[in-house]
């Protein structure tokens, strides 16, 4: 059974760093193509950051020049190092594996203005 598990989220202040980790297990990880989605209160989830098996990555325009996606096939996980962050990326981030639709459970990123 595919798992996808999320950490590293929390508190930080406008301007600040973070970095999410998503653990995937039950799955062939080096072929998956692994996405970062978020969904702030009232809002839809939105498409944050796409990982391929070839690493080629998308962002979403609002994201770009500050998030960064990343994975290490040994350790079957996927990385969003957020920099620069500000208060309308508080929400609570989602990774997705696009093979079979799977999500984790989700990680909150809070930032304070």
């Known amino acids: 059974q595919v798992q996808l598990v999320e950490s590293g989220g929390g508190l930080v202040q406008a301007g600040g760093s973070l970095r999410l980790s998503c653990v995937v297990s039950g799955s062939i990880f080096s072929l998956d193509t692994i996405s970062w989605y978020r969904q702030a209160p009232g809002k839809q989830r939105e498409l944050v950051a796409t990982i391929a098996r070839t690493n080629n990555a998308l962002y979403a325009d609002s994201v770009k020049g500050r998030f960064t996606i990343s994975r290490d096939n040994a350790k079957n996980t996927v990385y969003l190092e957020m920099n620069s962050l500000k208060s309308e990326d508080t929400a609570v981030y989602y990774c997705?594996?696009?093979?079979?639709?799977?999500w984790g459970q989700g990680t909150q990123v809070t930032v304070s203005s």
């Open positions: 997705y594996r696009f093979n079979g639709g799977k």
